[in-house]
Each structure stands twice: as C-alpha cells, then as structure tokens.
C-alpha cells in the first residue's frame, strides 16, 4: 500500500480525505495541527505521538459488516502494544486502554453507498512519547510511561501497519474486553447511568443489562462508556 510519511499536518483523516483517488493509502505525520477526536472533539497530536490513517476501498463490503471495521483496527494496536509488552484493553468501542488509561484513540469515517461501505478512512492515534496536558493526565496514558522508556515512533508505526495488513475477528476484538459480567458507566448526553456489559454483537452493539433486569443493545454512536 502507498504509504505518505509526513512532519505535520491539520489532520491525517483530513489529508487521507482530500488524497482520495480511488487508491489504497497509509498518511502518517509527527504532530498534527487539528487533530480530530469522535464526537466533534479535537484530539491533542503534539511531537513524539503516532498519528496515522488508512484509506480503503472496498468492491462488496455490506454496511452491515463495517463494524469488522473498528475490529481490524481495534486488535491491530492491541497487538502492537503487546509486541512492546504492554497488556492493552479495548474500552469498546473504539479506546485502547492500558492500566486502565487511554493509549490510543480511533477515528473512523466510512463512506456508504446502495447498502455498502465504499470507503473508510481509519485514523488512529498512538500516545508514544508525546508530552499529555496536565487535564489528560489521569485519564490517558503513553508509552513511555506505561514501558518506563521510550520507544522509537518509528517502531511502533511499522509495526502497526504490519498488523493492520491482518484480518482480526469479533472473537479476538472481545479478547481484550476485560469487563464482562462487570458494572460499567453508560455516559449519554442526558447523563450517565450505571449497567453490567454482557456482551459486543457482530455488528458493534455492546449488550448490557440495566438495573430492572432488562438486557438491550446499544450503540457507541449514542453513548460513551466508563470502565
Ligand atoms: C478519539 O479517541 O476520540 C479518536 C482519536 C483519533 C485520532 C487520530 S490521530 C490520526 C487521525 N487524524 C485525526 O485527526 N484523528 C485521527
């Protein structure tokens, strides 16, 4: 796959985006101007962090599957933090935690048409050695801290898209879902509210059951989750 390596850059999903030719395509950058986060929100890319993301094309790709989607990318940083030692966590749907802080962040924007995805732009971002503002110091986590040492940007990037090459499973994604069986906070704009998570769907949904004894699915586009 064409691989563009870059210093800086407003976005490397903004960059992925306007490239966008019809070809498969890995952007990577350094920093990152005006990192974009889900939800609207911006995601801090200083020096020393990975920033990366993939274009893909697809010929028959059913929207119904995309979640395999978040999958791929999901158990690819997972693997490639073990390849570093590090024992990751997926905070469905889309956070890879380690001791429980968040490491890296997923952005995914799928483009859809007659039922199927057409084109994903998958953007991931890595804390590796990257200095995190004192408001992120308890919630997020690098690298550096988490192995008490660097570890070469580089490195990381080459092994990342050497696994991101890969087909994972659901199977594989839940793997790192530690959480099972376990109350969690379900966080909503309207607030947040306590469940056990049961379960991920095939298609993304996480199973939970609330309080009453009711079990229903939801999906990340509507709420976050605390673990
Ligand atoms: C999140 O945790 O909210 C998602 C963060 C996604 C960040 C990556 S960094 C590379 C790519 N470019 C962006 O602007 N965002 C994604």
Known sequence: MKIIELDEIDSTNEYAKRA??????????RRQTAGRGTKGRSFVSGDGGLYLSVL????????ALAFGIMVNNCVAVCRTLEHFGLRPQIRWANDVLVNNKKISGTLIENVFGGGKVVRSVVGIGVNVNNRLPDDLKNIAVTMREACNKNTEVDDVKHILIE???KEYTVGEYKSYIGYFGREVTIITDGGARKAVALDVSDDGRLKIREDGGEEKFISSAEVGLRL
Not at 22 to 29: C, H, M, R, S, Y
Not at 56 to 63: K, Q, S, V
Request: charged share 20%.
């Open 56 to 63: 893909r094309y697809y010929d028959n790709f059913p929207a």
């Open 163 to 165: 696994n991101l090459q």
């Open 20 to 29: 966008a030719a019809g070809e498969d395509l890995i952007v990577t950058a």
